[in-house]
T-cell receptor, first 113, second 112 residues
Framework: DGGITQSPKYLFRKEGQNVTLSCEQN?????MYWYRQDPGQGLRLIYY???????QKGDIAEGYSVSREKKESFPLTVTSAQKNPTAFYLC????????????FGPGTRLTVT | KQEVTQIPAALSVPEGENLVLNCSFT??????LQWFRQDPGKGLTSLLL?????REQTSGRLNASLDKSSGRSTLYIAASQPGDSATYLC???????????FGKGMKLTVNP
């Protein structure tokens, strides 16, 4: 079955530690995205990548980093510089031609204490 | 800057009602609009995507309409069921951009 996987589902870290969230897709999509969701808020774009070895900052990139070494994978690192890292993180992908419909993974809930 | 609003933030209805969920956006220069469903603690499931040139899209009991000039979209759910309980989000995509701008969502509860 084609789809997007995110691991782990739950992640707990101590303040000051970097943590990497995994996102893998087998939909053969070129574009991938990372969003953050906080309670009662809409999704906010962190980073996106339209092609391997290229990515762009979204609206809230500070304290985050990404890489895109393979088409299927787009890992997100939450660094210690991110002031409020506790949130629900969602990965998505789409083709690069219209209508650009985005498909989402199941999410990773990160808790930093 | 595009802003997307969904009002009300929550709605509770008895089973069987026909529902209208609202989505408004400030910039009418959109490429398309996507409606999503999110169950608690889960990812988003795409329900309907409506292009800027279209007036409506239908899938089963769901019908989405788009009025670009007034900056509004509605999601119509016919004969609601308890299984429809979820948060519904709308998102718009600007022409020439692959980025989506999301509303905060509307939490729907359908009571048996």
């Amino acid at each position: 079955d084609g789809g997007i996987t995110q691991s782990p589902k739950y992640l707990f870290r101590k303040e000051g530690q970097n943590v990497t969230l995994s996102c893998e897709q087998n939909l053969n999509h070129d574009a991938m995205y990372w969003y953050r969701q906080d309670p009662g808020q809409g999704l906010r774009l962190i980073y996106y990548s339209q092609i391997v070895n290229d990515f762009q900052k979204g609206d809230i990139a500070e304290g985050y980093s990404v890489s895109r070494e393979k088409k299927e994978s787009f890992p997100l690192t939450v660094t210690s510089a991110q002031k409020n890292p506790t949130a629900f993180y969602l990965c998505a992908s789409s083709i690069r031609t219209g209508p650009y419909e985005q498909y989402f993974g199941p999410g990773t809930r990160l808790t930093v204490t | 800057k595009q802003e997307v609003t969904q009002i009300p933030a929550a709605l509770s209805v008895p089973e069987g009602e026909n529902l209208v969920l609202n989505c408004s956006f400030t910039d009418s220069a959109i490429y398309n609009l996507q409606w999503f469903r999110q169950d608690p603690g889960k990812g988003l499931t795409s329900l309907l995507l409506i292009q800027s040139s279209q007036r409506e899209q239908t899938s089963g009991r769901l019908n989405a309409s788009l009025d670009k000039s007034s900056g509004r979209s509605t999601l119509y759910i016919a004969a609601s069921q308890p299984g429809d309980s979820a948060t519904y989000l709308c998102a718009v995509r600007r022409g020439g951009s692959e980025k989506l701008v999301f509303g905060k969502g509307m939490k729907l509860t359908v009571n048996p």
